[in-house]
């Protein structure tokens, strides 16, 4: 126990307690905010690992956030705060939208938590938007029990999009998701998909195999062996009336009528899915897929790291100037959104092949004890990070702690350098999908206790700031 006392005894340890991160701000006389995210003059090309994929065929529709949450002046005061909680009220509806939305309450409630208004953009690429994502085709699925479509025509789904919005703020979601998760009316009505109703659909895809693929989505195994995705890839293109192989289909970059059309399809096909399982076992097997596609890249912005770049270009050995121009640029890293511990490989990879590119050819990381962890949101004044779980993840609420999520202490493990300055793509799968080996007492580069465990950070609504305190 007492070697968890002190939030500077975590770096580079593992701890044996659930950790619970308090921001209650009325508690704190000397908290501070953290800077304002870094403005960036200059935003290299990177490789095309830590682009978003451009035909969203891993998820129900392309997640990219685009908001990241600039923070207050640290020079100026902070008004008296104390902790609030949502407050429930009943939507102005619009009247139009031939849905009963009780039918999924539940998954209404759990998109609302997951994109909550004070933590949207921080969870966005991993928590908030797959979610969102999920509930569209959830409700496309809903919709269709009534008319026999799986889509939307462009008024009616006007008029339920904005419904749809209209009740997750009042169940105290941001009002700007669909910003954030690039997500607009036009995903629920089916676009140029030429199949969009039920009877078509079942005459033209052989629905018995796609349900026994997606009915039941190991979360363990469809990223790497996929079973589900294939079906659904395979139903869109038949629907499509384009018949190519998930091979053949590269050919089609640089087509984007094509590619269009394909999208559409697979917005048809998971909106049958939608149709025929139950909200809840369809809402786990969308988030699973979606959580294969986010994994895959690395959705942080990187700025030019010129002056890192500069001090390190040299250095054989730990250096001061070069740790702390490295660390600098890293806490503007963190300060952008929580990502996963398979994002952080990649995120890591991505900007040490920068870094060898500018001339770095040093293993900085190590040089300067640089963690996985250290490319996430960071809480306890800069001394914890905080990577996600690859698997989904929701975000809970509780009325006497507010909102929380769970961090993975698992990562606690150096990040990986890149061996060259050009990479292609980085395998999570096979030999490759285990992550790095955890450190052992022998190998621990600070003091701190040996023992496994989750981190839980409990952030009530009054602000963005990630400080706390430790309850044991």
């Known amino acids: 126990m007492d070697c968890c006392q ?3 005894h975590l770096k580079g340890s593992l701890c044996c307690q659930l950790l619970l991160f308090f921001i209650w701000l009325s508690s704190f006389q000397d908290a501070v905010a953290l800077d304002t995210v870094f403005e960036q003059s200059y935003v290299p090309t990177m490789p095309e690992l830590a682009k978003p994929p451009s035909s969203g065929i891993f998820g129900p529709i392309e997640i990219s956030p685009a908001v990241i949450p600039h923070y207050p002046d640290p020079d100026e005061p902070f008004p008296p705060m104390y902790p609030t909680f949502p407050t429930r009220y009943e939507p102005v509806l619009t009247g ?5 939305f009780s039918a999924i309450s539940s998954i209404m409630d759990k998109t609302a938590s997951d994109c909550s208004q004070p933590l949207a953009a921080l969870v966005g ?4 938007c797959p979610q969102l994502s999920s509930l569209i085709r959830i409700f496309q699925g809903l919709y269709s029990f009534n008319s026999a479509k799986l889509v ?13 919005i209209s009740i997750l703020a009042s169940r105290g979601a941001n009002s700007t998701i669909p910003t954030l998760c690039s997500v607009k009316s036009s995903n629920l009505t089916g ?8 009877n078509t659909f079942e005459k033209t895809v052989n629905t018995s195999r796609l349900l026994e693929a997606c009915t039941t989505v190991d979360p363990l195994k469809e990223c790497c062996r996929p079973i589900c995705q294939p079906a659904i890839m395979d139903a869109a293109l038949q629907i499509s009336g384009k018949q190519l192989t998930l091979d053949e289909n590269k050919n089609l970059v640089g087509e984007p009528n094509h590619i269009d059309t394909l999208s559409d399809c697979k917005g048809v096909v998971y909106a049958y899915l939608s149709r025929k399982l139950s909200p809840d076992v369809v809402n786990t097997a969308f988030r699973i897929l979606s959580a294969c596609k986010v994994n895959k890249v690395c959705p942080l912005d990187f700025k030019q790291p010129l002056e890192v770049i500069k001090a390190c270009r040299n250095v054989a050995a730990p250096s001061p100037s070069c740790c702390s121009s490295l660390n600098t640029y890293i806490a503007g890293i963190q300060k952008q959104m929580l990502i996963t511990n398979r994002q952080a490989i ?3 990879t991505v900007f040490g092949s920068v870094l060898r590119k500018g001339g770095v050819m040093t293993n900085i990381y190590d040089l300067c004890d640089v963690d996985l962890k250290d490319f996430s949101i960071q809480a ?3 001394q914890q990070g905080c990577l996600l779980r690859s698997l989904p993840a929701d975000v809970m609420f509780d009325n006497s702690t507010g909102f929380s999520f769970t961090c993975d202490l698992s990562d606690n493990i150096a990040a990986p350098w890149p061996s060259s300055s050009s990479i292609s793509s980085v395998s999570l799968c096979g030999p490759e999908m285990s992550l790095p080996a955890l450190p052992t007492s022998e190998t621990f580069k600070n003091p701190g206790c040996r023992c496994g465990g989750e981190l839980k950070f409990l952030v ?5 700031l990630v400080f706390g305190t430790l309850l044991y």
């Open 6 to 8: 002190t939030v500077s």
């Open 152 to 164: 939307l025509q462009n008024s009616v789904a006007s008029d339920c999009f904005t419904d749809i």
């Open 96 to 100: 139009k939208c031939p849905v009963k």
């Open 125 to 128: 690429n991993v928590i908030c």
């Open 191 to 198: 676009g140029s998909c030429p199949v969009q109703d039920v």
């Open 346 to 348: 990649i995120c890591a």
């Open 460 to 464: 009530p609504i009054i602000s963005f």
């Open 380 to 382: 306890a004044y800069g």
